[in-house]
């Protein structure tokens, strides 16, 4: 089972800042890695597929970077909606696997 | 548009078995594989397994290996996750879920989840 790693487990930031979350995989997942937000009583949302591409309707502040075991979730200019858990999760091999999330909260 | 309707909540005691529903819409049923994935109580994301609706195969979890079985009827559409034997620990939302489509095998669509609580 390919072991998905998320750092930090929480990242405090003030609103407008830029905020830099990563996800590390003990085995090369190549790209196809997706991140999703989740907010408190809500189900997750895809923000980011194949390592890089944005989902539908999903703000260009949002980018993703990496492949292989090295990724990274970065947000620009964080505005108050963005506060929320994420995740990361392999799709190359079964079992899929997520990381276990990074908290993004208002400093 | 895509749509996956679970079923309701359900309360059951440890060792008991559940069936969690997941009704399909707004595209070919057979086209796409349907994942489930849970979430403990503050807790993360958890896959347990995926299942063809065209064949029929599936892949499941080694966590959940012998416990779970998840099957089809495609006279509607439905999906259906049954988890035996159990546990506190079970005690979860559980969610169907069917990937992007052609663009990507990423998770695009999600159920509105199941909450299964396992309490004596």
């Known amino acids: 089972e390919i072991v998905m790693t998320q750092s930090p487990a929480t990242l405090s930031v003030s609103p407008g800042e830029r905020a830099t979350l990563s996800c590390r995989a003990s085995?090369?997942?190549?790209?196809?890695l997706a991140w999703y937000q989740q907010k408190p009583g809500q189900i997750p949302r895809l923000l980011i597929y194949?390592?890089?591409t944005r989902a539908t309707d999903i703000p260009a502040r949002f980018s993703g970077s990496g492949s292989g075991t090295e990724f990274t979730l970065t947000i620009t200019s964080l505005q108050s909606e963005d506060f929320a858990v994420y995740y990361c999760?392999?799709?190359?091999?079964?079992?899929?696997?997520f990381g276990q999330g990074t908290k993004v909260e208002i400093k | 548009q895509v749509r996956l309707e679970q079923s309701g909540a359900e309360v059951k005691k440890p060792g008991a078995s559940v069936t969690v529903s997941c009704k399909t819409s707004?595209?070919?049923?057979?086209?796409?594989?349907v994942s489930w994935v849970r979430q403990a109580p503050g807790q993360g994301l958890e896959w347990m397994g995926w299942?063809?609706?065209?064949?029929?195969?599936?892949s499941y979890a080694q966590n959940f290996q012998g416990r779970v079985s998840m099957t089809t009827d495609t006279s509607t559409a439905t999906v259906y996750m049954e988890l035996r034997s159990l546990r506190s620990d079970d005690t979860a939302v559980y969610y169907c879920?069917?990937?992007?489509?052609?663009?990507?095998?990423?998770?695009?669509?999600w159920g509105q989840g199941t909450l299964v609580t396992v309490s004596s």
């Open positions: 707004g595209y070919t049923f057979t086209s796409y594989g």
């Open positions: 299942i063809s609706p065209y064949s029929g195969d599936t």
């Open positions: 999760q392999q799709y190359n091999n079964w079992p899929e696997t």
């Open positions: 194949d390592a890089s």
């Open positions: 085995l090369s997942v190549s790209s196809n």
């Open positions: 879920t069917r990937v992007l489509g052609d663009l990507s095998l990423a998770i695009g669509f």
